[in-house]
């Protein structure tokens, strides 16, 4: 007979998961990458004097930042507002629809196939169409923000609710638990590392839709801004509109993986 | 009066090709407390008759009475184990073992106290606040055993549950099921595709066959409790293992694979 093994041994406590070596390695390698190019760029820039119309230096760039700091904020502001209202209407509107969708095989085979078939729409592509219904305002940027998150989110939610392995469901049938009971304990928090896949998909694409919104004809935004100070060879305004579109996705994008890693803390990480 | 009677019971599927025969003409009494493995290669029907067993599927004809009445709904009074440990992921050791109380509504209480006696009969005392994850295979499968257990079910299904583990793994996990089942008596119906591990831990094997899958001999196994991995050596054992090989392999023309 096999010696009894004590289970604490087949496990070390230490064993944890935390960022590791390279991780740090990664950012810190980066980090220096990034600064190196900046710098090659301004020396660039310089020696061959380009002009700041066509590819201005990052100082020029900075210094244009500072002195227009009142509007980029403003403009910041009106993006960042479509872009998270746009997110928002997506996930309130495709996370039930999807439930309902694997709930109900008449959905499933009506809806559904409808839906992943529009996937392959540019939705972009519709944003000059909802200029002409519904105007220059905010709204149709919210809309296309909402078109541009809603694929991915729904797919995936659908995609985590029906992913519960077959087993479980076998065990859950064998206890006859009620559909809520298998919807609350098991389907939804099954499906909650799936969603948030899509999410930080949907949010990535978001930040493109607002900004693709306001170039088809806006009063504001960072997209606004972008396409005015180009046309008016205010290039270095237009770099810092395009910093600041970078650093809102990047700064959302974090902000959904840092709710992610609250929420479902035992989702797996890349 | 049998705790599991199955008299004449037939399974056929619908596929692509056609209707498919998984079990024919299945007929087997099992007593209550007996510990009964059914053993044969892929496609005999042993996980078809499991799952008609937990009422998971209906049978296509035939009788299948459970404590007497025909079983027509799956029941609470069955605990399963599968293969996988299929663990929730965000529940810890002891929240994973205490669902099937939350689901038939039992006290919390009382449930949290078993839970921690089962927790502590398989060896995982100090383990109960930690995740699936952290755990190796062998220990997961353990908490899924605690988690068929909770309810204190009267027939135990168990369907290839230590097929994924490693032999030594396999094995200690079988004397330690055998250990549970010796102090709080259950009726365990128990899939393997193990010769030898269906003959240590059984009083009897149900050796199975397939296309269409059907009983092929049903063996007595006579050996004293509690069963030593000494045991195997014997030629009482050979003796078993070999009525079991000859219909398994034989009794079909199948390959020795």
């Known amino acids: ?270 | 009066m049998s705790k599991i009677h199955i008299e004449g019971l037939h399974k056929t599927y619908t596929s692509k090709h056609g209707p498919v025969t998984a079990l024919k003409e299945v007929s087997l009494s099992i007593k209550q407390n007996e510990f009964v493995t059914l053993v044969g290669p892929s496609g005999c029907g042993k996980s078809t008759l499991l799952k008609l067993i937990g009422a998971l599927i209906r049978p296509s004809r035939g009788t299948l009475l459970f404590d007497g009445a025909p079983l027509l709904h799956p029941t609470r009074d069955v605990g399963i184990v599968f293969q996988e440990a299929v663990l929730l992921e965000w529940r810890t050791v002891i929240d994973n073992v205490l669902l099937p109380t939350e689901i038939l509504g039992l006290d919390k209480v009382k449930s949290r106290s078993r839970a921690m006696d089962l927790i502590n009969l398989v060896g995982l005392a100090g383990f109960e606040r930690r995740f699936p994850r952290e755990l190796s295979g062998g220990m997961q499968q353990r908490v899924s055993l605690c988690r068929a257990l909770i309810h204190n079910p009267s027939v135990l299904l168990m369907d290839e549950p230590f097929a994924a583990l490693d032999a030594m793994t396999r094995e200690e996990l079988g004397f330690e099921l055998m250990r549970i089942w010796d102090t709080d008596k259950k009726t365990v119906i128990f899939v393997t595709h193990n010769i030898t591990e269906a003959i240590l831990l059984a009083d009897r094997v149900v050796a199975m066959t397939p296309r269409p899958g059907r009983i092929a001999r049903i063996v007595d196994i006579a050996l004293a409790r509690p069963r030593t991995i000494e045991m195997e050596f014997t030629q009482t054992f050979k003796s078993y293992s070999d009525q079991i090989r000859e219909v398994i392999y034989h009794g079909t023309g199948a390959s020795r694979s």
């Open chain 1, 1 to 270: 007979m096999t010696a009894e093994r004590n289970p604490a041994e087949l496990y070390p406590e230490d064993e944890t998961l935390e960022p590791s070596d390279s991780t740090l390695k990664a950012v810190l390698g980066a980090t220096l990458t990034l600064v190196a190019l900046t710098i090659l760029w301004e020396v660039l820039v310089r020696q061959f004097q380009v002009p700041a119309w066509l590819l201005p230096s990052p100082t020029l760039i900075v210094e244009s930042m500072v002195e227009w700091r009142s509007e980029l904020v403003g403009h910041s502001m009106v993006t960042l507002y479509e872009t998270l209202m746009g997110f928002a209407l997506s996930i309130a509107i495709s996370v039930p629809l999807a439930v309902a969708i694997v709930y109900s095989p008449l959905l499933q085979n009506t809806i559904y196939p409808i839906l992943l078939a529009l996937q392959s729409m540019p939705k972009v592509a519709i944003a000059p169409l909802l200029a002409l219904w519904i105007g220059f305002g905010t709204l149709p940027k919210i809309v296309v923000v909402f078109l541009v998150c809603f694929f991915p989110i729904i797919v995936a939610t659908a995609t985590g609710l029906a992913a519960v392995p077959a087993p479980l469901m076998d065990l859950i049938r064998s206890l006859s638990a009620s559909s809520l009971q298998t919807f609350v304990k098991i389907r939804f928090p099954t499906a909650m590392p799936h969603i948030f896949v899509g999410l930080k998909i949907a949010i990535t694409f978001a930040v493109i839709g607002a900004v693709i919104g306001e170039f088809v004809g806006s009063e504001s935004g960072l997209g606004y801004l972008i396409l005015v100070s180009t046309s008016q060879s205010r290039t270095p305004l237009a770099f810092g509109a395009l910093v600041l579109l970078t650093i809102m996705s990047i700064v959302l994008y974090y902000g959904i993986a840092l709710v992610e890693h609250v929420v479902v803390p035992w989702a797996p990480r890349n």
